[in-house]
């Protein structure tokens, strides 16, 4: 009646798979264990599959209770293997089981299940009787539930097919659309078990595209690699605490250039196997570039993990018979902040491993994603003409009146707040978006000038900061001169603010400023004692100005000496005017002024405002 020429060899070639896949290292996630599930019910099919065959075809010598039990218990793991199926195409679209979607679909499982276990009773699906094993009416209930969930499964693949790897859709429409044809063979033939040879074949197929352990274990000892630490993040970010742990070993290619490839592997090979001895509750990764990876319960796990690590790098590492002492920086993340999708923790840590320098030193992945979000306000300010410039007021010292203001950039982040230049302007240094960023503010602080507003508010002129990225612009006098010819601005009018730090490059920078010179600008000296500072350099520039950095100003306020004083003196001997910065009470206006700073800038006066503030809160009257 029945013909076994199938599920035999189908058998080995499923037991082959099983030792495989429990002879390697497995990574801990959820399709894995899907996987496993999918193989003890095939396994389970197959053996309820020969025995319920083989007890129906000799019927007499059994118990009708046994033969019961015998087909029941294969059509119950039958529906089930169908329903472990589709809950790994599920998985491999990161859809959560626990999802009201997900379980609303599981309804017809539980009713085809519900009506096997009912048989016994009604007889729906088969029944036992004189002449052994007959269909029962509701037989075809089975292949409805088995075409339901291969039906949905194809379905929701190819409305995601855009979005999935081209990898991922091959192997989950493959394995999918050899069910669909197990079954239509099945409904054709039902006498010669063919389903369990098409499942195997599936279950195969998943292996090959979605487990086989050489697509995520490291080729550098027992870790596993990006492919793994991908699947892994997937994962463990839906727990409500966990912790990562990334460090990576300091000069890296310099150091395997030095050592020579073989010994730097064998290192990598040898702290992976660290790794994964000391902590056998952490899953270790390797993500190439010397950068390895560790998965830990929460954020104190991760602390005590890295002063662990830290005391092991402490010893030497024999590789190739020779001592090397390694340095190692640290990065980390963990559930505190929610970074969204994995691609970003990765990139993250990516980037957090290659910015931390000094040995041992530790920074927060969740930094790093405020530069990314800072960076990214940067780019779209500067791309859509939208740097705001906010103006402060500097006042003379004798009357505090107004004489002139200090352009200042300003841009926001998605939610509207403003960000501080402290933040931002690093970044649009490092970036190059400083050059675009600088321009705008004195297009803008023109635009401003040219509109009578000097006038109307008794300002002598206007402050603009000029950055020392900004002076490496060879054509930087061309650019800022159109743009005053645009405005009809006058240069006098607009001076230039540039920081102790920008004379780095003497030769240059003079040459730079002769340029902007000739062509009617003004300089002013910021920030003055932040830095090195070089007197004898100062009186090589053609400043108008030196502003005193509020640092220098609040020490001189808190402890009084007599070398700020004789420093102002100097200054104004070589004909420089002073600005006190950071002015913030009428004390420090006070001996500021007492000892000849010419204007003073601070909180005391004014906050930097919006233009339109600044015009409202300074216009003369008419
Ligand atoms: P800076 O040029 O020295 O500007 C003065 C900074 O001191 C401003 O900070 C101002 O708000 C702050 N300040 C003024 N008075 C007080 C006070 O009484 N107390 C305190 N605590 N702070 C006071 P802001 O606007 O945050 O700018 C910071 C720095 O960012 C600037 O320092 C400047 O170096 C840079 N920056 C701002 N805008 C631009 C720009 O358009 N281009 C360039 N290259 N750099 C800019
Ligand atoms: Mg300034
Ligand atoms: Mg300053």
Known sequence: MWNYSFVFPSMLILLTLLSFFFARRRLPIRQNRIFLGLLALQLWVMVFD??????????????????????????????????????????????ALSSRWARLSAIPFYITEAVCLSNFATGAIFSIGENGYARGPFYNILYVCFAFYLVLSLVLLLRRARHLKRSVLAGGLAYNLVLVVGNVVRF??????????????????????FLNPDLYLSDRGPTFNMRG?????????????????????????????????????ECISLISQYLSKAFPHCLPFYLRGGRFALTCADAETCERTKAQILARFHQPWRAHASD?????????????????????????????????HSTGESVNIQEIDQQIDITRSLEQAVERDQVEVFLQ????????????????????????????????????????????????????????????????????????NLSPIQCMQRDLSERFNAILARHNASPERLHLEITEQSMGDYVHLQQQLKALLERGFRFVLDDFGSGYSNLSRVKHYPFINIKIDMEVVW????????????????????????????IETPEMADALTEIGCDYLQGYMFSKPLPMDEFVQKYRLPA
């Not at 000799?58 to 046994?66: F, I, M, N, R």
């Not at 054709?188 to 595209?209: E, G, K, W």
């Not at 920086?329 to 970074?339: G, H, I, K, P, R």
């Open 324 to 356: 090397l002492y390694l340095n190692i920086a640290f990065a980390s993340v963990d559930s505190s902040v929610n970074l969204g999708s994995v691609d970003r923790i990765v990139n993250n840590l990516v980037l957090a491993l290659s910015s931390v």
């Open 555 to 582: 020490d001189y306020f808190h402890e009084r000496d007599s070398l700020l004083p004789t420093l102002i003196q100097g200054f104004h001997s070589m004909g420089f005017t002073i600005t006190a910065e950071g």
């Open 50 to 95: 020969i025995l319920s065959s083989r007890a129906d075809e000799s019927y007499a010598q059994y118990s009708a209770g046994l033969l019961h039990a015998l087909n029941g218990g294969f059509f119950l793991l039958f529906i089930a293997r169908i329903f472990w199926f589709y809950r790994f195409t599920l998985g491999i679209l990161d859809i």
């Open 393 to 464: 007021p500097v006042v003379r010292s004798d009357n505090h009146q107004l004489a002139g203001a200090e352009a200042l950039a300003r841009i926001r982040d998605a939610s509207g707040q403003l960000i501080s230049p402290a933040l931002f302007i690093p970044i649009a240094e490092r970036t190059g978006y400083i050059n675009q960023l600088g321009q705008q503010v004195f297009e803008k602080t023109c635009a401003f000038a040219d509109e009578g507003n000097l006038k109307s508010l008794g300002l002598e002129w206007l402050n603009v």
């Open 188 to 209: 054709l033939l039902p006498q010669y078990l063919v389903m369990d040879t098409f499942c195997t074949l599936a279950i195969v197929i998943i292996y090959l595209s």
């Open 229 to 265: 630490f991908r699947l892994v993040l997937q994962e463990i970010r839906q727990r409500p605490k966990y912790a990562v742990l990334g460090f990576v070993l300091q000069n890296y290619n310099n150091e395997r250039s030095i050592l020579g490839g073989d010994q730097m592997d």
